[in-house]
C-alpha cells in the first residue's frame, strides 16, 4: 500500500541522477560507460579554497553556524555582487543555503501560495517545476525551441500572463541548453515584467562565470524591478566545489527573512567549513576560475564540431554552461535490433546501452524532441563518446 503524501507522489524523479545511476549499475558490471549525463565540473576544487578548509577543522569552525550564513561570508558575497554585477546589497539581504538548489526552493517556497502560476520558459532545469508542485502552485511552461536558441521572448512571457501569476523562473547561463541571455533580451523581458509589479522574478546565475560571450548580464540590473529579483548563484559550477553545498540568495530584506524562517526550521545553517572554503573562493584570488572557463570553452568547440559531422542531429552553439541539447527528433520512428526510438528518453537508454554513453532525454528538460550530453568532461572523452554515439545512430533504419 502507497502510504507516501500527496505531494509526493505528484513529484517526478529526477531523470540526470536516475541515469547517473543506471550508468554507475552498467560501470560496477565492467562496461567501459562514458558518463556525460551529470553536471559537474570534472576539475577539482583550486588547492587555496581546499587548505583554507583544512585550516578551518584545525582552528575548530565546528559549530552550528548562522541560519543566513556567516557575517562574513555574506560580506564577501555582496562585495562580489557590487563588484562583477554592479548591483548593491546588503549583508541582511543575502541567505547562504545549502546549494543554490535550496535557495531557489527557499525562493518558491517563500513566496507561492497554492494555485499560483509560477512561469517556467522550457527547456528548464528539471527540477524547477517539481519545486513549484511542492509549494502547490502550478508550473506554466513556455517553450522556446532551437530554431529561437532556446530562449523566450517578452511577446512569448505576456501572453501567458494571467491575474494567478505570482513568478518567472529564469535561467541563464541555461542548464540544458547553454543559452545566455543578452542584456536586450533581458531587456524585453524586463519592460513586460514592469507591467504586472506582482511577479518575482528568480534569476537562477550558477553558471554565471561560464561564460563564452563576455559580460554576464543579469536581470537584476533594470531598476524598474529590481526589487522584485531573487538572484540565486552559488559555488558549485564556478570552483568546482559541487559537494561543498554552498548556494545564496540575493534579494529583498522582507524575502530575505522568510527564507531565513524557513531555512531556520528544516536545515538551519549551511556547513561551518564549507562556508570558510566559499569565503576563499570568493575573496581570494580567480585565475582558476578562468582557467576551467577556457577549457570548457574548448570542448565546447569540439563538442559542437563533431556532433555537427552526425547525420540527423542539429545542433546549436551553447554560449555558457557546459551542455549540448542537440535536436534528435528525426531518429523517432527508426528502429535497430530489439531497439525501436519513439521518443528521447528511448534514444538515451539505446546511447546507454548500444553505445555506452550516458546521456539525458529532454522529456525532463520540457523538450522531448532533444537530449542533453555535459561536456564537463576530458577531450579524450568527448571524441570517443561522439565517435560512440555516431555509430549507434547510423545503425538506426
Known sequence: ??????????????????????SQELKAQGIDVINMSVGEPDFNTPDNIKSVAKKAIDDNWSRYSPVPGYPSLRKAIVEKLKKENGLEFTESQISVSNGAKQAVCNAI????????????????????????????????????????NFKITGAQLESVITPKTKMLILCSPSNPTGSVYTKEELKDLADVLAKYPDIF??????????????????????????????IVNGVSKAYAMTGWRIGYLAAADWIVKGCNKLQGQYTSGPCSVS???????????????????????????????????????????????????PKCSS???????????????????????????????????????????????????????????????????
Open 331 to 397: 531518429f523517432y520512428g527508426k528502429s535497430y535490433g530489439d531497439y525501436t526510438i519513439n521518443d528521447s528518453e528511448d534514444l538515451a537508454m539505446y546511447l546507454l546501452t548500444e553505445a555506452h554513453v550516458a546521456t539525458v532525454g529532454g522529456a525532463s528538460f520540457g523538450s522531448p524532441e532533444c537530449f542533453r550530453m555535459s561536456y564537463a568532461t576530458s577531450d579524450e572523452n568527448i571524441i570517443e563518446a561522439i565517435r560512440r554515439i555516431k555509430e549507434a545512430l547510423s545503425k538506426l533504419k
Open 1 to 22: 500500500m502507497n502510504k507516501l503524501a500527496d505531494r509526493l507522489n505528484r513529484l517526478s524523479p529526477s531523470a540526470t541522477l536516475a541515469m547517473s545511476q543506471k
Open 275 to 325: 562556508q570558510m572554503a566559499s569565503l576563499e573562493a570568493y575573496a581570494g584570488p580567480q585565475d582558476d576560475v578562468e582557467t576551467m572557463r577556457q577549457a570548457f570553452q574548448r570542448r565546447r568547440d569540439l563538442i559542437v564540431k563533431l556532433t555537427k559531422e552526425i547525420p540527423g542531429l542539429e545542433v546549436n552553439v551553447p554560449e555558457g554552461a557546459f551542455y549540448l541539447f
Open 201 to 230: 522574478i528568480v534569476a537562477d546565475e550558477i553558471y554565471e562565470h561560464i561564460n563564452y560571450v563576455g559580460k554576464h548580464e543579469s536581470i537584476a540590473q533594470f531598476p524598474e524591478i529590481r526589487d522584485r529579483v531573487i
Open 109 to 148: 517556497m517563500a513566496l507561492v501560495n497554492p494555485g499560483e502560476e509560477v512561469i517556467v520558459p522550457a527547456p528548464f532545469w528539471v527540477s524547477y517545476p517539481e519545486m513549484v508542485k511542492l509549494a502547490d502552485g502550478i508550473p506554466v511552461i513556455v517553450s522556446a525551441g532551437i530554431e529561437q
